[in-house]
């Protein structure tokens, strides 16, 4: 059985460190010894450091992650991080490949490969997101789309063991519009025998596939109900504890 894993994902929120620790005191302390399901949040940057103390303090077993990271282990990269610094910082986790990484900063599956292996090479986890615009699923190119982000984001990767996978179709992220479970299921499926046909079936049925877009407290138990569907990928929900505690709650099994 796959333990349940949901991560928050602020992006560029909160905006001030005053509503930082507001914000994930009451998540810490709504999941005061939740070990029933993994759950993560992943503030901006400047934040890391500050809720890595936080979560030392409450020795709580919610983790950190990252939104993003460089290829490159130090040097002359002004703007960047590298996977070695959110390691130090506290992190677990990082999130690459994310949608708004994909089309609002020109992302490529080649970079965001780089970043992965970066990544893994460093320590840490990555979920790796992936996901088909609206237009690609109206011209059913979803599973050709999933096909080549997978292979492509993957390539040189040799196993799974430190990868989630984060389904998110594009068309439902920060619209209000969520997947439907069955929609969410079958790309979920796909992704899975994807990947065993990859990695084997014993990697396949170990990996870990969150759903992402427009996860709320009132869709997440059918959606996280899927026999596919290992968790959530939170944005706007996740800004809000009262609605991120339902969501990570909706992953009891
Ligand atoms: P959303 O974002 O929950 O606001 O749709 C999800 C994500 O982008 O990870």
Request: contains cysteine; proline residues 4%; neutral net charge.
């Amino acid at each position: 059985m796959r333990k349940k894993f949901v991560a928050g994902n602020w992006k560029m929120n909160p905006t001030s460190a005053h509503d930082v620790v507001r914000l994930a005191t009451e998540v810490i302390v709504g999941l005061k010894d939740e070990g029933r399901v993994t759950a993560a949040l992943c503030p901006p940057f400047p934040y890391l450091g500050l809720l890595d103390t936080l979560l030392k303090q409450h020795k709580s077993q919610v983790l950190l992650g990252g939104q993003n990271c460089y290829i490159e282990k130090d040097g002359a990269f002004t703007g960047e991080v590298s996977p070695a610094m959110l390691l130090d910082t506290g992190c677990k986790y990082v999130i690459l490949g994310h949608s708004e990484r994909r089309h609002k900063m020109g992302e490529s599956d080649a970079f965001i490969n780089q970043k992965v292996g970066a990544a893994l090479a460093a320590g840490l986890e990555v979920i790796l997101c992936i996901g088909e615009t609206l237009a690609e699923r109206e011209g059913n190119q979803t599973e050709a789309v999933l096909d080549r982000q997978v292979t492509q984001g993957l390539a040189d990767v040799k196993e799974l063991s430190k990868l989630v996978i984060a389904y998110e179709p594009v068309w439902a992220i920060g619209t209000g519009k969520n997947a439907t479970p069955q929609q969410a299921q079958d790309a979920h499926a796909f992704i899975r025998r994807r990947v065993g046909q990859l990695y084997g079936d014993p990697a396949a049925q170990a990996l870990i596939i969150q759903y992402g877009g427009s996860v709320k407290p009132d869709n997440a138990a059918t959606l996280l109900g899927q026999p596919d569907v290992d968790g959530a990928l939170v944005g706007g929900a996740a800004l809000k504890a009262d609605q991120f505690l339902p969501i990570v709650r909706a992953g009891i099994l």
